[in-house]
């Protein structure tokens, strides 16, 4: 019964038309030609034109089937929601989607510091990277290889948290985040591994 209330609810919703693709084509770093392929699977999954964080889990599940993505999938959503509204529209979508495939190392960085400051102050702290990494390794089930010990995402932190926090003061700064991840080669390699999707 509540799912046919929200189906209902989503059918009355306002479609959303997305601005002119010359603008979002200025604004990204993506072609005409790419944008109306997104466009079009944007509009294939969220016939609304916009899409709630429930239909974003759903769809992100999908690419997890051995895990549970919703946590990870929360916080993904709240950082392509720019406005914090509760929707994502295309044009949310495609500018984040622009950073992390095409974006500068230095414009991915502040993307992905944004998506671990949970509660936007402008800071890290344990708990949210903590949040954060834990979510990543519920994503990734129980089926990853090597197996994992249940104190893993603990230790990942505490040697993340170590080497970010330059002047020990219990944050990270985008800054620290920023010089951190730019002398650590993994991290600029996994940055890297996008590039070429599209």
């Known amino acids: 019964m509540q799912n046919k209330i929200e189906d209902e609810l989503e059918m009355t919703t306002v479609c959303h038309r997305p601005e002119g693709l010359e603008q979002l ?5 993506f072609t005409k030609r790419e944008l109306q392929v997104l466009y079009r699977g944007f509009k294939n999954e969220c016939p609304s034109g ?12 999908q690419f997890f089937p051995h895990g549970d993505a919703s946590m990870y999938a929360h916080y993904l959503f709240n950082a392509f929601d720019t406005a914090q509204n509760g929707s994502v ?14 974006g500068t190392v230095h414009e991915k960085l502040r ?19 903590m949040d ?6 519920d994503m990734m089930g129980k089926y990853t290889y090597p197996v994992l010990k249940e104190d893993a995402p603990r230790q990942h932190v505490e040697v993340f948290f170590q080497k970010m926090d330059k002047n020990k003061d219990g944050v990270v700064t985008l800054d620290e985040f920023i010089e951190s991840c ?7 390699r996994s940055l890297q591994l996008f590039e070429n999707v599209m």
């Open 132 to 137: 954060i990494v834990k979510a990543i390794y």
């Open 25 to 29: 084509e200025a604004q990204t770093n």
């Open 89 to 102: 529209k295309f044009e949310d979508f495609v500018m984040a989607l622009s950073i992390l495939l095409r």
């Open 182 to 188: 730019q002398e650590d080669d993994n991290i600029m």
């Open 50 to 61: 916009v899409v709630n964080e429930e239909t974003f889990k759903q769809i992100y599940a």
């Open 111 to 129: 993307w992905t510091f944004n998506l671990y400051d949970i509660n936007k102050d402008g800071y890290i702290n344990k708990e949210e990277m």
